[in-house]
């Protein structure tokens, strides 16, 4: 039997409204929950210690696969594979095209799960491929494919149309959601994973529901652990002790130091100012309604730099689709009219991470200014949010390039 649904995860997806599209500007924050629903997680018992160390290194199972994958090699149209190249956009607004395209024979596999975006009008989704789950995986997840395998289950997430008002969603409901992505995991590792390395990466719901999946299946299973390349948890306030690097969420896997560490964990929110008092990410308190969450040990949400993970300030790689680019940088913005499928602006932005009023997140500064002719960046979503639509494209090219580097230590 698998281990219980943790707790703090499922107060987290409670929380979330409009997480997935930056298209989907959120009138006001939900309400947090209530720090009785974010109670320190549960761990799973010691009976699956045993099947997950078995699971991670078992032949593939004669037993049919019926996970209905977004995402997978081999699948039709397949939205996490093909045309990679982009339009580079430098500081004086010239273009050049970047070819790219997926690797043949990548080392690692990457399992993702997406954010909040589907417009189904029903509590949790069912598993139809919509175009709204294509162009996540277009826009969060293809360009990993040229440095690994990317796999993505369709999960019965709660939808928009749920989490616009928390209040009529049911823990049964949240539990279903989790309970696919459970199950997409366990379909892969008993199919496909045949014990490669894996890196996890999800966005806001996604994050949550994969912080929530590592926590029964991976971080108390040294067999299980001993895949784990790094886990790319972005919009999903992971939480560590003050000042720690391991414990909160994940006894066993640390914060990554360095882009040749792995087995570690890089997690951050991304805001241009200070987070409001009302922040839904880069904030304990309004995140989860417990600075302790029931521990006595006080927590803070966990930063790391994709860019620099030892610390410090570096510039960003974004990459943006290019149907994308007018949400993202206002109609009149150089390559809104690119030829290729994704349009890149290197180093018009940079990052650090910050802590300072009882919050952690990942500073966005334009360093150029009026020196750089590219737009500032435009996601028009309520200040409580900060940059959260745009935490994964505006540091994307960073983020392939860790798990590049990961990957590389890692064998």
């Known amino acids: 039997m698998r281990g219980p649904i943790a707790p703090l995860a499922l107060a987290m997806v409670l929380t979330l409204a409009g997480c997935g599209s930056a298209a989907q500007s959120p009138a006001q924050s939900p309400a947090p929950a209530s720090a009785s629903a974010s109670a320190s997680a549960s761990t799973a018992p010691a009976s699956t210690a045993s099947r997950t160390a078995s699971r991670s290194t078992a032949p593939a199972s004669s037993a049919p696969d019926d996970t209905v ?54 509590l949790n989704a069912d598993l139809t491929i919509d175009p709204e789950e294509t162009a ?4 969060q997840a293809a360009q990993f494919s040229r440095v690994c395998h990317v796999y993505a289950p369709m999960y019965p997430q ?26 997409g995991f366990r379909s892969y590792m008993a199919h496909y994973n045949g014990g490669r390395p894996i890196v996890f990466i999800g966005h806001s719901q996604g994050a949550t529901m994969l912080t929530s999946l590592i926590k029964a299946e991976v971080d108390n299973y040294p067999d299980t652990r001993k895949l784990l390349v790094s886990a790319l948890l972005m919009g999903g306030n992971v939480t560590v002790p003050v000042g720690e690097s391991v414990g909160g969420d994940f006894a066993n896997i640390p914060a990554c130091s360095s ?18 008092a009302n922040s839904l990410f880069g904030r304990v308190d309004t ?29 960003l790689l974004t990459y943006v689709p290019t149907d994308r680019v007018a949400t993202f940088f206002g109609k009149g913005a150089p ?4 030829k290729t499928p994704f349009v890149s602006y290197p180093n018009e932005f940079s990052a650090h991470c910050v802590s300072s009023g009882g919050a952690t997140w990942l500073q966005i500064d334009r360093p150029g200014g009026t020196s750089d002719h590219r737009p500032d960046i435009s996601v028009a979503e309520a200040p409580a949010w900060g940059l959260h639509a745009a935490d994964i494209p505006i540091a994307l ?15």
């Open 397 to 411: 090219g960073n983020l392939v390039e860790l798990v590049r580097q990961e990957s590389a230590a890692f064998r």
């Open 158 to 183: 709660l939808t928009l149309m749920a989490i616009s008002d928390p209040t009529n969603i049911s823990p049964q409901a949240a539990q279903v959601a989790l309970a696919g992505v459970e199950s």
């Open 335 to 338: 390559g809104v009219n690119a």
């Open 259 to 276: 882009s040749s560490q792995t087995g570690c964990v890089v997690a951050y929110s991304s805001f241009e100012r200070t987070p409001p």
């Open 287 to 315: 995140g989860f309604g417990s600075s302790t969450h029931n521990t006595g040990v006080p927590l803070q949400v966990l930063c790391v730099n994709p860019a620099a993970p030892g610390g410090g300030t570096a510039s």
């Open 136 to 139: 996540v995986a277009i826009a």
């Open 69 to 122: 994958w977004l995402c997978k090699p081999g699948i039709a149209a397949n939205p996490c594979e093909g045309n990679l190249n982009a339009t580079v956009v430098d500081a004086q607004g010239v273009s050049t095209v970047q070819s790219a395209s997926p690797a043949a024979n990548p080392p690692v596999d990457c399992f993702f799960v997406y954010p909040t975006v589907s417009h189904q009008q029903t």
